[in-house]
């Protein structure tokens, strides 16, 4: 018997696991048509092993006075990160560079991928970008970003 309830407690999690596969799918559909077909299973070892997609997972919440963006980006240095603020538009960019140049060698399997990454997110309101920071631990990207007073949250009361 525990073991159906188990069972049913990770059925219920997927439609939201879906849900945000979905998201993120639709975010990406502008600037990569054919991301889809970019999963590095898809295409390991063959011609197209290059484009598979290396775009940072990405939580965006609010605390207080400051909204905060946290990014998983394993197996990049600091060094090779950028975060820009234009208006109210976050963009993270970066490069996962190749450790070695891959040559036929005795590889069973070639998964990893590397390359350039952009991604541009509308920030909820006015932010002072002059107050942001940022700080990159164990592969996650912490930005924590000061709302301007007129995008700070207000309680209204009801009547």
Known sequence: MAKKNELAKKEEKRPVSFFDEMTKLFERFPSHPFSMMTHPTMWSGGPFSKMADISPSVDIFEEDDTIVVKADIPGISKEDLNVSINDSILTLSGEKKQEEKIEKKNY????????????????????????????????????????????????????
């Open 108 to 159: 069973h399997r070639v998964e990893r991928s590397y390359g350039s990454f952009s991604r541009s997110f509308q920030l909820p309101g006015a932010v002072n970008s002059d107050q942001v920071k940022a700080s990159f631990k164990k592969g996650v990207l912490e930005i924590r970003i000061p709302k301007t007073g007129d995008n700070k949250r207000k309680k209204i009361s009801i009547t």
